[in-house]
């Protein structure tokens, strides 16, 4: 017992040890924050996967002129929200006299788009008012369009020269502010409700029907478009080179009998079984394909379905950047054994200085057990009262890591954090919660260990010299 009330009294008495325990802290909360964002950087890049591809890439072997059918039938098995046909291809999109920006263009169904990514703040509706989003454009836009086609070529505009709605990312419109990394939201929504005409966007080259191989088989498909909405996810891949498109427009730039390479994006039920419902998925293509498509069984088996968190792309990724994270984790490991190395001399001058308390505590009977373990624990006390320092400090840094990039960032005079290279447009912020306790031992014992090389040189003291004094 009287070792447990020493170690409280050194506690409470020894300013000195504060100073140990700010070190503790300091490292203990820089590995919560260094943890916590690589991991939701990690988390950060397999929701945005999840997001765009859905929780499975199905890919059927066979060109379908009415894949929404298949959506249907997809769709009707128990576990599946949403089954998107989609079809992309390259492209340019022509936004004004030497401003052509290359594009990749997704062709989707704009219903199930939006059930699978009509998330709070990443679609900016050009027109609030415009209701739904549907592939067809409002009327007064319609007439508007007529009236820039008629002024240009003399002539009105027949119906499959209309233009077709299209949701542009906001990256392609626009550059964020180099000092806040803020887009002029309200500036491009206005620029767009004043569009005077549609713009112009432009495949890649397609094959014509029935040509060889020559480059004189090859062609480009002019469309007009009109943004009817900016797409903001805060993802740079997503909102710097794509435009969503009505799924027929894209499909026929791609194959002018409108089939196209289609593949379904599927989401599901996140509480029921991805292989049970792999295996449904498959047989309902089976099914579909045999008694809609009038294919062979062994025919529809050259179809291919992955579920998106197994994608080699992706789990290629997420590897890499863990590596990094154990790097970065065996660094800031190393500069910890500083803070073992303050707690070491810290001890090291307690020893010495109360080397008559010492021997006083022994000459009373109290064994060399006793008094190392005074110092062990003292170094555990420090490393225990710093790791709790550090968890509130590294978990508030965490959770206010935008606002703290935001000072740096205006002390320093510009971005830290740009969106266009490290991916995505907010700084992830949430706390790796099962790190902590790892991390909280770590420092616990990185304090210990600092005390052992005092404790031992303490237990090893005579009573009788320390005792002595001139």
Known sequence: MHVIFLCLRFLHKRRIAFFGTAAVALCVALLIVITSLFTGFIQAYRNYWQSYYGDFMFMPNISLSQPN???????????????????????LLYLGKGNVRAVELIGVDFGRWLRQNNKPGAILSVWPDAGELTTELPPAIIDRAE????????????????????????????????????????????????????????????????????MSGYKRINRLCWPVAIVQTGTVEIDNNKIYLPFQAVSDMVDTAGTGNV???????????????????????????????GVSEFAANGASIEQTANNYSLVVFTREIRKQLYIMQIILSFICMVAALLVFVIIMMIVMQKKRDIGIVRALGS?????????????????????????????????????????????????????????????????DWSSLIWIVVAGVLTATLGALLPAWRAARLQPVESLRYE
Not at 376 to 399: D, E, K, R
């Open 147 to 214: 009236a820039w086609h008629l002024e240009r070529f003399g002539r009105a505009m027949l119906p499959e020269e209309r233009p077709i709605p299209a949701l542009v990312g906001i990256g392609i419109l626009a550059r964020p502010d180099e000092i806040t990394d803020q887009y002029p939201i309200e500036q491009l929504l206005s620029d767009l409700r004043n569009l005077d005409g549609p713009l112009p966007v432009i495949s890649g080259t397609v094959q014509k029907d029935g040509s060889d191989n020559t």
């Open 69 to 91: 059918d298949l959506a249907d039938a997809l769709e009707s098995i128990e576990g599946i929200q949403n089954a998107m046909p989609v079809v992309d291809h390259g492209g």
């Open 367 to 431: 064994s060399r057990r006793s008094i190392a373990l005074l110092f062990i624990f003292y170094g555990g006390g420090i490393g225990l009262a710093g790791s709790v320092l550090g968890v509130i400090l590294g978990i508030w840094a965490t959770w206010k890591i935008d606002v703290l990039e935001s000072l740096v960032s205006r002390i320093l005079g510009f971005k830290i954090w740009v969106t266009d290279v490290y991916l995505f447009s907010h700084i992830p912020n949430q706390v």
């Open 263 to 293: 593949r379904f994006h599927i989401t599901c039920d996140p509480m029921r079984s991805k292989d049970e419902l792999e295996h449904l998925l498959f047989r309902a293509w089976k099914q579909f394909a045999i008694e809609k498509l």
